[in-house]
């Protein structure tokens, strides 16, 4: 007698011991919004930084990998009672509270993006002006710990010329290729 295997239910079955081992080193835990919310942003805005860095070609494949994360991250918000009500909150307090932006409330602002993909309620077009506030200000905050001399702020460089033009135009440039 054979059995028959509903693809549907091995596919389920498989993402949720894959989650929850990456997320908690055992294939036995429940599959939680919390591990979802962890992993599956990651995924997404991982796999389209490598493209966008060029460690990845880009490809009809590296695409169709792109798709079928998104399409987990779906299936995952089907599957896990209140994924979407916790992805709209997470968004909506983004765009409506300047201060829960930082990144002690919003440590990956990729995870926000690869929210506005799946989001119900929201799209990136609603909070663009808030994202790229922050993004900018993250940028700045890195190239400044590179080149401290940049920060004309802090009376240790104030009016001085120390930077060097090489420098400071490698930096920023290679911090403008990560951040955007």
């Known amino acids: 007698m054979t059995k028959t295997i509903d693809p549907r239910e091995r596919l389920v079955s498989l993402l949720k011991h894959s989650l929850c081992?990456?997320?908690?080193?055992?294939?036995?835990?429940?599959?939680?919004?919390?591990?979802?919310?962890?992993?599956?942003?990651?995924?997404?805005?991982?796999?389209?930084?490598?493209?966008?860095?060029?460690?990845?070609?880009?490809?009809?494949?590296?695409?169709?990998?792109?798709?079928?994360?998104i399409r987990l991250f779906r299936l995952c918000i089907e599957l896990v009672p209140g994924v979407m009500e916790t992805i709209n909150a997470k968004i909506?307090?983004?765009?409506?509270?300047?201060?829960?932006?930082?990144?002690?409330?919003?440590?990956?602002?990729?995870?926000i993006l690869a929210m506005s993909i799946v989001s119900d309620q929201y799209c990136m077009l609603d909070f663009l002006g808030a994202y790229l506030e922050e993004q900018l200000d993250r940028q700045a905050f890195w190239i400044i710990r590179v080149v401290p001399e940049l920060d004309h702020t802090d009376d240790q460089y104030k009016n001085k010329m120390v930077t060097l033009e090489n420098a400071r135009e490698e930096v920023c440039f290679k911090t403008g290729i990560a951040g955007f």
């Open 21 to 69: 081992f990456i997320a908690k080193g055992s294939t036995t835990k429940e599959l939680t919004s919390d591990v979802v919310l962890e992993i599956m942003p990651k995924l997404i805005i991982t796999h389209m930084v490598e493209m966008a860095n060029e460690r990845k070609h880009i490809s009809i494949l590296a695409l169709r990998r792109l798709v079928n994360f």
């Open 92 to 111: 909506k307090t983004f765009k409506d509270e300047e201060a829960k932006r930082v990144k002690d409330f919003t440590p990956s602002l990729g995870d």
